[in-house]
């Protein structure tokens, strides 16, 4: 009886030593148990897995929309060093002031009103009718309402700054402030619903037809460029630019100044290109491409045709040729090919010349930095071009939509904003006095010199030392 006590607990000892021995190698289970085992575990990581590659990608969607935002926003200060180095020095704090008010101004009527005009739930493809005041993000707390307003809200911006080189010199503050919240508000948005609705929670009837304009060669530049257009008309032109028939050049104070604002433009327009996608995807290396292609195109043609009109390579021209291209390529940046981006901004170039001499010296419109041109003009070419030098081949069907876009976007904005400057100018006044235009507006307006220290007195000029 010993003897077989003695055994079963050897034989004990022996099976608990072989169990913790497999259990160290990994063999306490059979294959298929194991295997079971492994599947387990391996599912719940699986789904991890994938759950985080969705939320690094919407989280890198989020950054790239939001860091292409900022270049955008960028372009303010673009916009600002064009139109102050293209006019004269006694004007440049006004300049600066009215790009201020563009972003500040803007933003607050955007938020009120415009983001919901412009994609808010719409029932007709007019215009929205839902999410003032941001309130759509109140009601669903989806942080991308967010990230989408800001980057819509700076191209808002935009539309509304092209405004300020037009009518630059001679407009009161005042009613500069007024219409760039009504352009914000009201007319940028309600075309911009037509054409782009659907990127949110609205259907517009243009878009129904297959209207091309990825980033907005018309939604954006010609809104602009035809607000400007009517604005200049309104206006009329500064003191001493068309005497007896004649037109007489207003150089601006600062060419650097200028050339430093195309190239933060151009800096900036990698934003407001490749930034419509709103995603971070491999289709941003194309546009990226056209831009920059259609950039140095412009520039090129520019400076070519300048060169064959004034038997000189413009400075001014050249550096509104590269922002012509740029204009040009925003409508088919993702559908054209590179090749394509070259002609477009060759193209465009040389149409910003040919416009701004038949603008100046034959309809008499007085524009100070080309806004008209560069944005009126070369954004309906940039549009019309998209159907032209689409990738994926050209109809009649195609031309015949962006044709309709073009027209309906200066339809819509050229009468409307026209009205509004006649309605300012019979209220509150749209242009400042002969004396404060002569005197300049940075001392008339805003009590401040940008340059006091570096006057040239009229009295002191042609003296020789």
Not at 396 to 405: S, T, Y
Request: glycine share 12%; hydrophobic share 55%.
């Amino acid at each position: 009886m010993k003897r077989l006590l003695i055994i079963a607990v050897v034989a004990l000892l022996l099976s608990s030593a072989g169990m913790l021995y497999a259990d160290e190698q990994g063999l306490s289970n059979p294959p298929e148990v194991a295997a079971a085992e492994q599947s387990q575990t391996a599912q719940p990581a699986t789904e991890e897995a994938e759950t985080t590659a969705a939320d690094v990608q919407t989280n890198a969607d989020f950054v790239w929309t939001l860091v292409a935002a900022f270049l955008v926003f960028f372009m303010q200060a673009g916009f600002a060093m064009v139109e102050a180095g293209f006019t004269r020095a006694k004007n440049t704090v006004n300049i600066l002031m009215k790009n201020l008010m563009d972003m500040s101004m803007g933003a607050i009527a955007y938020w009120a009103i415009g983001f919901a005009l412009m994609f808010g739930v719409t029932k007709t493809g007019w215009f929205g009718t839902t999410g003032f005041f941001l309130s759509d993000f109140a009601q669903d707390k989806d942080p991308w309402t967010l990230a989408f307003w800001m980057f819509q809200v700076v191209f808002a911006a935009t539309a509304a700054t092209i405004v300020s080189g037009a009518m630059a010199e001679r407009t009161k503050f005042v009613a500069y402030l007024a219409y760039s919240v009504v352009i914000s508000g009201l007319i940028y948005p309600v075309f911009g619903s037509w054409a782009w609705g659907s990127l949110y929670k609205g259907s517009g009837w243009l878009e129904g037809l297959g209207f091309i304009d990825f980033a907005g060669s018309t939604v954006v530049h010609s809104v602009g460029g035809w607000a400007a257009l009517a604005g200049a008309i309104v206006l009329g032109p500064r003191l001493g630019k068309y005497v007896d028939g004649k037109v007489k050049a207003i150089p601006g104070h600062n060419i650097a100044l200028g050339a430093l604002g195309v190239f933060i433009l151009w800096f900036g327009w990698y934003g407001f290109n490749p930034g419509s996608t709103t995603a971070a995807t491999k289709d941003i290396a194309l546009i990226a491409v056209n831009t920059t292609l259609a950039a140095a195109g412009g520039a090129v043609g520019a400076m070519m045709m300048s060169w064959i009109m004034f038997k000189k390579p413009e400075a001014t021209m050249s550096l509104n040729g590269a922002l012509a291209g740029l204009v040009g390529i925003t409508a088919g940046c993702a559908n054209v090919l590179p090749g394509g981006a070259v002609l477009i901004g060759i193209i465009a170039g040389i149409i910003v010349v040919l416009s701004v001499v038949f603008i100046d010296q034959v309809l008499k419109i007085d524009d100070p930095v080309g806004a008209i041109s560069v944005h009126g003009v070369c954004g309906a070419w940039g549009t019309f071009a998209a159907g032209l030098f689409n990738a994926e081949g050209v109809t009649l069907k195609i031309l015949g939509v962006q044709l309709i876009g073009i027209a309906a976007a200066f339809l819509w904005v050229f009468p409307t904003a026209f009205i509004l400057f006649k309605l300012i100018k019979a209220t509150i006044g749209l242009r400042v006095s002969a004396e404060e235009e002569l005197e300049g507006l940075d001392v008339e307006e805003h009590g401040i010199e940008a340059y006091p220290d570096f006057q040239i007195h009229p009295s002191a000029k042609g003296l020789k030392l």
